[in-house]
């Protein structure tokens, strides 16, 4: 495996890759990988010529308030288990590199990113759509690899590709979860061991919300209530959003028919964590 951290020498092998007609499989991530992170390297590595994991703690898509600084960081260990899944490029560039002298310009998917995280963290969709833009300008990939766990960002960088008519395909992959439900996060390592506990209200909550639809809830207000309710009697844990979805457009909705998704959002402790899943009315 190869690390590379200049911008230039990536796009030179980019550039190699394509006159040899090889299909690139590119999995960006923000590093100190989980099984999450690895459940889309295989992906990649499988189906694909070639690999390319990017590792990069993008500083324009967090808050000024909000985890960039103490965000984890273990490049070491990425190349390692990175090296092991078969990956041929590992990508970890500066911010010089990313964002050097003069940088000004960034791509804003409009509607897509009003709600839900967007409300909550200002500018946080155009940092996420700039940097994927840059990183697939750079990799020229053939396919990338987003988990739902980010629902929401899965579905903005879905739109850029339409919109941009970037070619690459966006290739969906499910939650990867730890044995007691809680979604795999880098930054769960935040979690002191009581909190930890806690931290799976947010997988109970969804559980639990299948269970009310199964049994005939189709209001989705009333079932947003039960949801909020259901997570805040976890004294840890305070909702930082709950909404009832059409799983394309990201619209709240007012009944429940056909497919629907849960979007949960909630601080356990000081740690913001979120989590999503399907809700099916037959
Ligand atoms: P991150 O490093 O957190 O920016 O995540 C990099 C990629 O891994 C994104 O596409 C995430 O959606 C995906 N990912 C993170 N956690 C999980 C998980 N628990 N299951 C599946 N995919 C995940």
């Given at each position: 495996m190869e690390v590379i951290a200049r911008?230039?020498?990536?796009?030179?092998?980019?550039?190699?890759?394509?006159?040899?007609?090889?299909?690139?499989?590119?999995?960006?991530?923000?590093?100190?990988?989980?099984?999450?992170h690895l459940s889309l390297i295989r992906r990649a590595v499988q189906e694909n010529d070639l690999a390319v994991v990017s590792v990069y703690v993008n500083p324009t898509q967090f808050g000024p308030q909000e985890d960039f600084h103490r965000y984890p960081r273990?490049?070491?260990?990425?190349?390692?288990l990175a090296e092991e899944e078969g990956v041929h490029v590992l990508f970890a560039p500066s911010d010089a590199e990313m964002y050097p002298q003069g940088y000004q310009t960034y791509v804003e998917v409009t509607e897509l990113t009003q709600g839900l995280c967007g409300a909550r963290r200002p500018g946080h969709f155009r940092g996420v759509a700039t940097v994927v833009?840059?990183?697939?300008?750079?990799?020229?990939?053939?396919?990338?690899?987003?988990?739902e766990k980010d629902y929401q960002q899965l579905r903005v960088v879905e739109r850029m590709v339409r919109?941009?008519?970037?070619?690459?395909?966006?290739?969906?992959?499910?939650?990867?979860?730890?044995?007691?439900?809680?979604?795999?996060?880098?930054?769960?390592?935040?979690?002191s061991p009581e909190e930890r506990r806690a931290a799976t209200v947010l997988y109970r909550a969804w559980k639990a919300a299948q269970e009310w639809v199964?049994?005939?809830?189709?209001?989705?207000?009333?079932?947003?209530?039960?949801?909020?309710?259901?997570?805040?009697?976890?004294p840890l844990a305070r909702v930082d959003y709950v909404e009832i979805v059409d799983p394309l457009t990201l619209e709240p909705l007012e009944r429940l028919e056909g497919e629907a998704r849960l979007m949960l959002a909630a601080f356990v402790g000081s740690t913001r964590l979120i989590d999503n899943g399907p809700l099916t009315a037959t």
């Open positions: 911008v230039a020498e990536m796009q030179a092998r980019a550039r190699q890759w394509r006159r040899e007609g090889k299909q690139v499989g590119f999995v960006p991530t923000m590093g100190y990988f989980h099984q999450g273990d490049l070491e260990r990425d190349i390692r833009a840059k990183l697939f300008h750079i990799v020229q990939p053939t396919r990338a690899y987003f988990g919109d941009l008519n970037l070619e690459v395909e966006i290739v969906p992959m499910p939650i990867v979860r730890e044995i007691d439900g809680l979604a795999m996060s880098s930054r769960n390592v935040y979690l199964a049994q005939g809830e189709r209001d989705a207000l009333r079932l947003r209530e039960k949801v909020v309710r259901f997570i805040e009697a976890e």
